[in-house]
């Protein structure tokens, strides 16, 4: 058995009649690239092949009685491949748009807590051959990095394959634990709690003379500052905008590239960092659109940037090693240039923030509250934030580093892999980007309702990069 983190606990305790916990990535391959005939039965072979490898797709929740503790992992004893693993396919021949919406569907549903957390759907009928994978799994077991991880697993770099173990690593499924011997494992927990408890007090306290942004209560809503200080500095409160209302449980997904040589090429002449070019113009892209709509807030826009905190030991380990920034993105600001730079300076300054920060203070906390009072605090929060008043930040722009040489799906040359994340009442907007092989992947999901137009933030972001360009080289 495996327990769960308070961050893994807190992507369950998130979800609602309108929110999910899970998240997924679609890929399109080639399949006149494998070696011999391809289908459906390749790929089941392959996650065959390779489920002892893959611990996210074999274990299944156990809730401790009352939610006193945390809940376990243990190793599904009726796990069945054929219930995660579907085959469909859109009408041929299947264009983007098509695929896109089908899996706005598919995402939008919620999977099964007595079952493993993962499904995959193979898509068949795509224009030119090419077939796509979907895959979701819940944000309970996995963060961006351990992601990609199991991708690295199921992907190869070489058409014939590779050899990846014995059935000397086969994994047995395990007995579900009895109420009573869960309680007895959490009492432990339960009594060291108080001692976790003023640790991470020690630690906040020890944190905060480097906070400069959080010295008042004032300060933290945009009051008592200058004007720079003041556009620059993320506030406990974002401004309100057409994207922070309460979401609805329909979605809409949309995916595209973008050149990275190109953005490398804006990165180097302005001097900055890649993720800062695509915060950039992802927020000259929302800055259009909000304008477009009559709804452009004289403050910027606040965005969640999540980061990774997974150490070199920790690599290949199940859950979230995962913390997040916040900072203004500059959709105030016209001029493209004037909005890097503007980025620029607001990412220096959230790093520092963060970097004040013990970067376990997130997963502490979290670990600190029993799930039941995390759960139901959880849903008063979110119940509190469905009018968009108190979040603070808009929307979430997430940047995964992926390979940059060819992969290959039992064979299948992968042409794109393209993230499917998550949204919340308040910020009904995530862009989350993934580089492979000369290109940034965008996928941009929104509420269905809020964003009907979100194909035109997409097609801006590309304008935007373009502008950016031309604006610096």
């Known amino acids: 058995m495996h327990q769960l983190s308070g961050i893994d606990t807190t992507f369950l305790n998130m979800e ?85 919406e089908l899996v706005a569907r598919i995402h939008e549903r919620p999977l099964d807590r007595t079952r493993p957390l993962w499904e995959m759907y193979v898509i068949e009928g795509l224009e030119g051959g090419r077939v796509a994978t979907y895959t979701k799994l819940h944000h309970a077991a996995i963060d961006g990095v351990s992601g990609a991880e199991i991708l690295t697993i199921l992907l190869d770099p070489d058409p014939a394959g590779r050899s990846i173990g014995t059935t000397e690593d086969s994994w047995e499924g395990q007995a579900i634990p009895s109420p009573m011997s869960l309680l007895l494992r959490s009492a432990v927990r339960i009594a060291l709690s108080p001692a976790h408890a003023l640790r991470v007090g020690y630690e906040l306290a020890r944190s905060i003379p480097g906070l400069k942004p959080l010295r008042s209560l004032p300060a933290l809503v945009g009051l008592g500052r200058d004007h720079d200080e003041f556009l620059s500095r993320p506030t406990l409160i974002a401004p309100r905008s057409l994207l922070n209302q309460p979401i ?69 380990e199940i859950g979230n090693k995962v913390s997040g920034m916040i900072a203004p993105i500059g959709t105030h600001l016209a001029d493209p240039i004037e909005r890097l730079t503007f980025v620029h300076h607001t990412m220096e300054i959230a790093r520092e923030t963060h970097q004040a920060t013990p970067a376990t203070m997130l997963q502490d906390f979290a670990q600190f509250a029993p799930p039941a009072i995390a759960a139901r605090a959880a849903r008063v929060a979110y119940r509190n934030g469905r009018g968009g008043r108190w979040t603070p930040f808009n929307l979430v722009i997430s940047n995964v580093p992926g390979p940059h040489f060819p992969l290959y799906l039992a064979g299948a040359q992968l042409e794109g892999h393209y993230p499917v994340s998550a949204i919340t009442d308040g910020a009904a907007l995530n862009i989350t980007l993934h580089s492979y092989l000369g290109q940034l992947c965008f996928g941009l999901i929104a509420d269905r309702d809020l964003v009907p137009d979100l194909a035109t933030i997409l097609d801006s972001i590309q304008d935007e990069v373009a502008h950016l360009e031309a604006a610096v080289l």
């Open 16 to 100: 609602t009649a309108t929110q999910q916990g899970h998240v997924g990535g679609v890929v399109i391959v080639d399949p006149s690239t494998a070696p011999g005939p391809w289908g459906f039965d390749s790929i089941r072979r392959l996650i065959e092949e390779r489920i002892h490898l893959l611990p996210p797709f074999r274990r299944r929740l156990v809730t401790v009685p009352l939610e006193v503790d945390n809940p376990y992992w243990v190793e599904d004893a009726d796990f069945d491949l054929d219930f995660h693993l579907r085959h469909i396919a859109v009408p041929h021949p299947g264009g983007r748009s098509e695929l896109a």
């Open 248 to 316: 609805t449980a329909h979605r809409r997904w949309v995916f595209g590239e973008v050149p990275l040589e190109t953005i490398k090429a804006i990165k180097t002449a302005a001097e900055t960092t890649v993720n800062n070019v695509v915060i950039s113009v992802s927020a000259g892209a929302v800055r259009k659109w909000l304008l477009e709509h009559g709804d452009l807030p004289e403050r910027s826009l606040q965005a969640l940037i999540p980061i990774s905190i997974r150490t070199e030991e920790e690599q290949g």
